[in-house]
């Protein structure tokens, strides 16, 4: 039996290794991210061209790398307009993009017309709210965002002639190094002064939000 | 120890401990720092993680057969990495490989000391596996 309890404890020796292994590693890569936070404004973190919000008197960033195609951003939403709405003076959130499926470059023109109007969080309200109808799997039909925007209270002639001259393709591209610089592969991705939020959960963002704001 | 067993019981540990650390080394690559696994690295990972359970099991249940179940494991795996190796070496062209989606088989992950990648660690791992049952099971 002396081989059994060998064999648990070189077990017991992987497991605690990994676990080590895995910690010194996400210490390292956000130790190494705030050091981008501190530089170069944000970079990159933070772009100029960046649809961003909040007064951010305690100069806390939030990024979130996002994509209103994606079933979790819109799942997720409400989560972070909460936490946001909470500590809208002490933050600022920064939308960044990842244009995983099939017409989220359609509805990313689409939310960047809107925001010429300031209406790009009602826009995304819109979409969040009928995506099941728009973005249907297999079935896509994101020409009906033509009729449920309107709901935004958006001025639509306005909405078409800037969706029509927005050329988004150097921003699409930019969001997406950063975020391959990042690690991020997914939506929703969020990162607060540069700490990656390892859990999609209220209580996760809430705690690391605050941690950030009461340091 | 068990006096019918072929392969000795500190080689089996040694090739548990060898299928253990590339089984967990793979998933970190992937879950921790967010490699994206290529065709060739899943055909690898699908010889070397069984490994891992059958050699504990091994251990703890002793048998004389770990030889015969171990080993097409390991030399299938083997084959893979070596093909995989071949194609990082340019020794193979791109165009034969059988990648069709999201990553090439020849991205180059990690570099250290200019010439350890990722399917050589594989290569390593499997080729280790293969001489201690090989010599293991001679030498009892």
């Known amino acids: 039996m002396k081989n059994k309890k060998v064999v648990i404890f070189t077990l017991l020796l992987l497991v605690v290794g990994f676990i080590a292994a895995i910690t010194v590693y996400q210490n390292s890569v956000d130790s190494k991210n705030q050091e981008l936070m501190a530089g170069k404004n944000g970079a990159p973190f933070v772009r100029n061209h960046s649809p961003s919000f909040g007064e951010n008197k305690d100069n806390v960033i939030i990024t979130e790398f996002l994509d209103p195609e994606c079933e979790a951003c819109s799942a997720f939403h409400p989560i972070i307009k909460e936490v946001f709405n909470d500590y809208k003076l002490e933050t600022k959130l920064v939308i960044r993009y990842l244009a995983n499926h099939q017409n989220s470059k359609f509805a990313v023109r689409l939310l960047e017309a809107a925001r010429v109007q300031n209406k790009y969080n009602e826009a995304l309200e819109i979409m969040f709210k009928y995506q099941e109808k728009w973005a249907k799997h297999h079935n896509t039909k994101p020409e009906l965002l033509w009729e449920f925007l309107p709901e935004a209270g958006l001025d639509m002639a306005k909405l078409k002639a800037d969706f029509e001259n927005n050329d988004i393709d150097e921003m699409l591209s930019l969001d997406r190094k950063d975020a391959s610089t990042l690690g991020v592969r997914g939506t929703p991705s969020f990162f607060v002064n540069g700490k990656k939020l390892r859990e999609l959960s209220h209580k996760a963002l809430l705690d690391l939000v605050e941690s950030e704001i009461y340091k | ?140």
């Open chain 2, 1 to 140: 120890m068990n006096s019918s067993r072929v392969i000795s019981t500190t080689v089996i540990l040694l090739c548990f401990l060898v299928a253990s650390v590339a089984t967990l080394g793979s998933l970190f690559f992937s879950e921790i720092m967010n490699f994206v696994p290529c065709s060739m690295c899943w055909y690898q990972r699908i010889f070397m993680y069984p490994l891992v359970l059958i050699f504990l099991i091994n251990l703890l249940y002793p048998d004389d057969k770990l030889f015969k179940y171990s080993m097409p494991l390991v030399t299938t795996g083997l084959f893979f990495s070596i093909y995989h190796n071949l194609l990082m070496f340019d020794i193979i062209p791109e165009s034969v490989v059988p990648c069709v989606s999201g990553v090439p088989c020849s991205t180059e992950y990690i570099n250290w000391f200019g010439f350890v990648t990722i399917p050589l660690l594989s290569f390593i791992a499997y080729f280790m596996l293969f001489i201690f049952l090989v010599l293991g099971r001679r030498r009892y």
